[in-house]
């Protein structure tokens, strides 16, 4: 009996979101070349309340607009997790449950994900790209 390659499951926290659509930093081309293979996108519910809420009351115009670009593009190419919990408790318990490698440009967040052995992708600011812990 032979086995399948894995596919790893990738989820995408609204920070990370919102830098690919007010930013055009390639995130989701630059998390295929880090993984250096396909894998499945992700966002929960929490992820996508919370984006409706930056694309109501983001800060600037260009945050609403890009939290509303992410929003459009999540419901054509990202399955999404019906975990309705607030956006990191949702990423939280999807990895929990899933094993997921979470994409993130919160610092807080990264650093409780690496605490818990939850493997991160997150922008490196210097090198105007992502980055991958192991």
């Avoid at 086995?3 to 990370?16: G, H, M, N, Q, Y």
Wanted: charged share 30%; hydrophobic share 45%; with cysteine.
């Amino acid at each position: 009996m032979s086995t399948r390659p894995k596919i790893p499951v990738v989820v995408f926290d609204t920070s990370a979101l919102i830098l690919t659509f007010k930013d055009n930093v390639r995130v989701i081309e630059q998390v295929y070349e880090l993984l250096s293979s396909p894998y499945i996108p992700v966002v929960t519910i929490g992820i996508i309340n919370e984006l409706e809420k930056v694309a109501k009351w983001g800060k600037t115009i260009k945050v609403r607009k890009a939290a509303k670009m992410a929003i459009e593009y999540i419901s054509k190419y990202f399955s999404i997790a019906n975990i309705e919990l607030e956006a990191d408790e949702s990423i939280i318990e999807f990895c929990r449950k899933y094993n997921a490698i979470v994409v993130t440009c919160d610092l807080e967040l990264r650093k409780k994900l690496n605490s818990m052995g939850i493997r991160t992708i997150y922008f490196r600011e210097s090198k105007h790209m992502m980055e991958i812990d192991y």
